[in-house]
C-alpha cells in the first residue's frame, strides 16, 4: 500500500510501488520511479529520469535528479539511479548525468548521506559510504566502496576516491586518493592507512601488514609511481592468501586521472 500527503504532487507517469510513503509538499516528476518501502519526506522534490531503488529514505528539502549543472547540458534525456537501502539527509542536491559523461549519475547500496551533500553529474558512488555534512563532488567524480568523506569535504571534477580511504574535514581534493588511505589538509597529504575503519571491517592483522607494506612502497620508498607498481606487482605475487588486497590498490593505479594525492 503507497501512502500519499494530500499536499504532495504525483505526475502522471510516475511508479510508485508497494509500500512507498511520500510525505507533505513532496513533488515527483512523471519520469520518476521509487522502489518498495523507500520514504520521501516533506518538500522533497524528485525530478527527471530518476530510478530509486528500495528502502530508501530521504529527508525534507532534498532536491534529487534535476538537470546537471554544466552549460553544455541541452536537455539531453540522462539519469539518476539510486540503489538500496540509502540514508539521503537534509538539503541534499543530486543531479543527473550529461551526454559528454555516459549520461548516468550513480548512488549505490548502503550509502549514509549526511546534509547539504551535493552530487554532481556523472558521478559515480559505490556501496557502504558516508558522506558528512556538506561534502561536495564536482562532475565525473568517483568514490568506491567504503570510503568516508568528511564535513566540508570539496572534491575537484574527475578526481577518484579509492576503497576503504577516509578524507578528513575541509578537505579540497584535486588529485585521486589510493585504497586504504587517510588524507587530510590543504594542500591534502597522505596520513597513513585507515587501520581503524578496517578492523571494524573484518580485516585481519596479516591483512593490515600487508596494505601496510604496501603504503610504504607507495609513500614513503622514495620511488616513482611506475617503480611503485613495480614493486606492487611483486608483492603481490609474494602474499597469494591476501592479494586482493593489493589489487584493489594496483586496480586502482591503472585507473588514475589526475596523479594521486602523494
Known amino acids: 500500500m503507497v501512502k500519499i500527503h494530500p499536499t504532495a504532487i504525483i505526475q502522471k507517469g510516475a511508479e510508485l510501488d508497494e509500500g512507498v510513503e511520500i510525505g507533505p509538499y513532496c513533488v515527483i516528476g512523471p519520469n520518476v520511479v521509487v522502489g518498495s518501502s523507500s520514504k520521501i519526506k516533506s518538500h522533497t522534490v524528485i525530478n527527471g529520469n530518476t530510478e530509486i531503488g528500495k528502502n530508501n529514505i530521504f529527508y525534507q528539502f532534498s532536491s534529487i535528479g534535476e538537470a546537471p549543472q554544466d552549460k ?74 567504503w570510503a568516508i568523506l568528511g564535513g566540508f569535504t570539496n572534491v575537484h571534477q574527475y578526481c577518484k576516491i579509492g576503497d576503504h580511504s577516509m578524507i578528513g574535514m575541509t578537505t579540497r581534493l584535486t588529485q585521486d586518493v589510493t585504497p586504504f588511505t587517510i588524507v587530510s589538509g590543504n594542500p591534502p597529504v597522505a596520513h597513513g592507512v585507515n587501520i581503524e575503519g578496517l578492523r571494524r571491517r573484518g580485516f585481519k592483522d596479516k591483512d593490515l601488514l600487508l596494505i601496510r607494506k604496501a603504503y610504504k612502497i607507495l609513500y614513503k620508498s622514495g620511488l616513482t609511481l611506475d617503480e611503485a607498481k613495480i614493486e606492487l606487482k611483486d608483492l603481490e605475487s609474494k602474499n597469494v592468501d591476501s592479494q586482493e588486497h593489493i589489487k584493489i590498490i594496483s586496480n586502482f593505479l591503472k585507473e588514475i586521472s589526475r596523479g594521486i594525492v602523494r
Open 72 to 145: 553544455k547540458y541541452s536537455n539531453e534525456s540522462t539519469k539518476l539511479v539510486i540503489g538500496n537501502n540509502n540514508t539521503i539527509r537534509e538539503f541534499c542536491t543530486f543531479n543527473r548525468g550529461t551526454v559528454q559523461g555516459n549520461g548516468l549519475t550513480e548512488l549505490g547500496n548502503n550509502n549514509w548521506i549526511m546534509a547539504y551533500v551535493h552530487l554532481a553529474h556523472d558521478c559515480k558512488v559505490g556501496d557502504n559510504t558516508i558522506f558528512a555534512n556538506n561534502a561536495q563532488l564536482a562532475g565525473h567524480v568517483v568514490v568506491k566502496n
